[in-house]
């Protein structure tokens, strides 16, 4: 079966650093993404790991280790405007010729002054 | 969301009623889906289609009809709504699994069932 787990909430100050971690099971895995999603919005994309390691865009990184079934989404320098649900999401083989993405239930972060 | 188009926004339903979530994109992907989200439970993955004339199964997909005609449409269908279905739809497409590709979402439909 699939099985991605995420902490359900985190809470963090203006300038910090957060780790938001993802653990998944799942079958033929074809990649890890990140969301980003506010409230009432769609999700919006951050990042896509397919290989082991750490991939850095801006402000965010995000790293996977496939043989752990383990990623992690870091912020750094976090703003206000930060505060949101993050997502993480298995893009895995679900027959011969499907693929979907698998969600878990999402963390919501909150970032204080 | 570029190129992806949900309608309607918003719709109230009353219980057995039918109705039709529509989805459309002008990228030219293979790839649609629709995806289901409640409080505390994550995108949850109802119906998908790799291409014109093919549809599969999700997580959830009691109670919604798919087809996909064409490779820009992909509508949901509620046969006899209930309240349970009241929930926050996202239809989202891409180009066929390749590396690094990323995943568009459309803005989302609230559906209410009464």
């Known amino acids: 079966g699939q099985n991605i787990d995420q902490p359900t909430e985190m809470t963090a100050t203006e300038g910090a650093i957060v780790q938001i971690n993802c653990t998944y099971q799942t079958s033929g895995f074809n990649g890890l993404f990140w969301y980003q999603q506010h409230a009432g919005e769609a999700p919006t994309f951050l990042s896509y790991n397919v290989l082991d390691g750490l991939e850095e865009k801006g402000r965010f990184s995000s790293f996977l280790s496939r043989s752990k079934g383990y990623s992690y989404l870091l912020l750094k320098e976090l703003q206000m405007k930060d505060s949101a649900s993050y997502l993480c999401?298995?893009?895995?083989?679900?027959?011969?010729?499907?693929?979907?993405?698998?969600f878990g239930k999402g963390t919501t972060l909150s970032v204080s002054s | 969301n570029a190129g992806v188009t949900q309608t309607p926004k918003f719709q109230v339903l009353k219980t057995g009623q039918s109705m039709t979530l529509q989805c459309a994109q002008d990228?030219?992907?293979?790839?649609m889906s629709w995806y289901r989200q409640d409080p505390g439970m994550g995108l949850r993955l109802i119906h998908y289609?790799?291409?014109?004339?093919?549809?599969d199964q999700g997580e959830v997909p009691n109670g919604y009809n798919v087809s996909r005609s064409t490779t820009e449409d992909f509508p949901l269908r509620l046969l006899s709504a209930a309240p349970s279905q009241t929930s926050v739809y996202f239809c989202a497409s891409s180009s066929l699994p390749s590396s690094g590709n990323t995943i568009y979402f459309g803005e989302g439909s609230w559906l209410t069932v009464v």
């Open positions: 289609s790799v291409g014109a004339g093919i549809t």
């Open positions: 999401a298995v893009r895995s083989l679900l027959n011969q010729a499907g693929t979907a993405l698998i």
């Open positions: 990228m030219n992907h293979e790839y």
